[in-house]
């Protein structure tokens, strides 16, 4: 999911963005802020398909945010649009471009979760599907059910809770895709896991939840347990 933020107030960028970040802590959704700190920067960048939602401040020197998002809603008409306005002056010329809500600044973290949750009602959520054959079916398996990668007789085992899928797409490239999500970690070659299944960390090995375990880097161990370490630390913050 991308997400803009047009603010040419950097203290609301930054109180936004934390609100985000904070928000998609406890939901297995991978998404990426883009700020920009004015309607003209942001429309330069716009191209359709680019983002999902846009966080669009309405009073903003220059070209203002209804504007903007004029100019977005007839080049993408799919993208939603959360305005945030000082004053409600606008709100009714906010239904010309079918806007998701109207935030009145300042607003409170509860406010901008109602924002949220409406986005999820009207779009929803998707969490990221690894797709790949296994014994010449078509399997779609969300990131969140899968535990760690390995490889058995030469093809590419995928363990989830109860059960291994066996393909032939190469570890290579599999966990290339998995990669770019923050929840996996390369622990050893030819060994990629899940850090959210991980519920020990022993001396040479991660314990997971389904009872299983995972080999680390001799050598590089440290540096594995450190990279875990700073995944929960993250989450942990952004939980507070």
Not at 180 to 194: A, E, S, T
Request: proline fraction near 2%; charged fraction near 30%.
């Amino acid at each position: 999911m991308k997400i803009a933020i047009v603010d040419d107030m950097h203290r609301d960028r930054i109180c936004l963005a934390s609100y985000i970040k904070k928000y998609f802590s406890t939901r297995n959704v991978p998404y990426e802020i883009v700020e920009f700190s004015s309607g003209e920067e942001f429309l330069d960048h716009f191209v359709k398909d680019a983002y999902d939602l846009v966080f669009m401040d309405i009073y903003m020197k220059q070209k203002n945010g209804m504007e903007a998002a004029k100019e977005v809603y007839q080049k993408d008409p799919k993208v939603s649009i959360v305005f945030q306005s000082t004053s409600d002056e606008f709100g009714v010329a906010s239904y010309a471009v079918h806007a998701l809500y109207y935030l009145l600044k300042p607003y409170s973290e509860e406010e901008f979760i109602q924002a949220m949750d409406k986005y999820q009602k009207q779009k929803g959520f998707e969490e990221p599907v690894l797709e790949f054959v296994s014994e010449r079916v078509d399997i779609q398996l969300e990131y969140h059910n899968i535990y760690f990668l390995d490889t058995i007789k030469r093809k590419t085992a995928i363990h989830t809770k109860d059960h291994v899928f066996l393909t032939s797409s190469t570890f290579a490239e599999i966990s290339e895709m998995l990669l770019k999500d923050r929840r996996f970690l390369i622990c050893r070659r030819g060994v990629l896991v899940n850090m959210e299944m991980i519920e020990k960390v022993e001396s040479e090995v991660f314990r997971l939840k389904n009872g299983e375990s995972v080999p680390l880097h001799l050598r590089n161990k440290s540096k594995i347990k450190q990279e875990y370490l700073s995944f929960m630390t993250e989450r942990m913050h952004l939980q507070e």
